[in-house]
């Protein structure tokens, strides 16, 4: 399983991914599935994955070797596309590409290709944009009015992305957020862990202003989840209890 | 959709259902999912049901009209069980009978046949005890270790119950808590929703100790919703912003 959330904000772009991997629940290990490409004034791209890891790795490998463009009789990568829609396209592409080539073993051996994807970023002169993309290699855009997209396991973690994140949330408020989805995910889902990789791209600077990794036992982070854990225990019991009374 | 959460204590049973039914989003309807089998002194039973409303309206009917038992040639319902055991056999036998008659037709249609119920009571002299049963008849049981089992809509209401709910968790702190687990998965999916039907049974008491239906702005829900989501907000609020540093 897998979580990742990207945030499309006002001031720039946060992206949270955590790193566990399973091939049942007998064989966990650590992948990462947050992939940068960088090249400070030109352009950030962020592009995170979900499913399995043998589509996931093939496709970020095309994405970096070249996908051919049957309409320019060329190669992109996601160091070259001139626009984040056309990375868009590309990072389609690049899925249909492997779903030809693995689709139909994978179907015979009854393994469903299974992947989802996140790409967040911003070219020179173009606009921070957000997408995700879907198996098919079809994929939609983040908006102000739902400035969040999440793959994997989305739902332990969602609740409070609806409550706590608008379009105009600052960008470090939004990562504490994004960790508390984290956090409510990997106590619901073990197949959900540490460590998680995270990065910030205020809009319009064109070099990322955060990279990270967080490892277990890291401050701030276990700091964060026992507030939170501490502040759910107080809230609930301060609210009065059902005053609903016995039948007669 | 549905959300249900059964809890099972060292006090007693609390159980919580949403009505909501949609076959399409464009066709929402509330239809009871919580049915009560009770004679006072002698036995309470409480039922939950969550899938396919065709199915789940089919198993109950059978239940209450009689399911015959093929090893006794008798007809056997939720009112005759000699245990909570029997009882979850007879659910199972019922899912199965359904399955039976309806299964095969639905198919045909690609319609899944998609019920899973939680059961729960007590009868005189015998233990309280709650399961789970699947759309295969087969069935679980909730023990102290993991005092709650979630039908439908599990996923947006697990968090809280993971943190906050214990086997010697108070009868109404549990009630109190299974309604903010509610709440969360009312906000993230609109296909669960009000009117919520509960129920509190004391171990040993054989008579419901409270049966009642949330309706749209009941006061008390109304609070409950409104300081769960004062206090997320104040509290992730008061968490520090990361202190991780920007790139050198």
């Known amino acids: 399983m897998t979580y990742c959330v990207g945030l499309l904000l006002k001031d720039g772009l946060v992206m949270i991914c955590d790193t566990r991997t399973n091939a049942g629940v007998d064989n966990v290990a650590s992948f990462r599935k947050l992939h940068m490409v960088e090249e400070p004034g030109e352009r950030v791209i962020a592009l995170a994955s979900s499913g399995n890891l043998s589509i996931t790795q093939s496709i970020v490998s095309l994405l970096m070797e070249g996908v051919p463009d049957p309409e320019t009789d060329t190669v ?17 592409r690049a899925v249909r590409e492997i779903y030809r080539v693995d689709g139909p073993s994978m179907e015979q051996h009854n393994a469903r ?16 944009r957000m997408f995700m993309i879907y198996a098919a290699g079809n994929f ?19 609740p409070i992305l609806d409550r706590a994140v608008k379009y105009n949330t600052d960008l470090y408020d939004a990562l504490k957020v994004g960790l508390i989805s984290v956090d409510s995910t990997m106590r619901s889902n073990l197949a959900v862990g540490l460590p998680l990789d995270l990065m910030i791209l205020r809009r319009d600077a064109m070099q990322t202003e955060l990279t990270y990794r967080i490892e277990q036992g890291e401050p701030y982070f276990e700091d964060l989840r026992q507030r939170w854990s501490e502040a759910l225990r107080a809230t609930h019991q301060a609210i009065p209890k059902p005053p609903y009374v016995k039948k007669a």
Request: proline share 6%.
């Open 140 to 158: 939609i855009e983040a908006t102000p009015d739902t400035p969040f997209l999440q793959i994997g396991e989305h739902k332990y973690g969602k």
């Open 113 to 128: 290709f299974d992947v989802s994807l996140i790409l967040g970023g911003q070219i020179k002169g173009r606009r921070l």
């Open 76 to 92: 992109e990568t996601l160091a070259t596309v001139p626009t984040m829609f056309k990375a868009a396209q590309l990072v389609g």
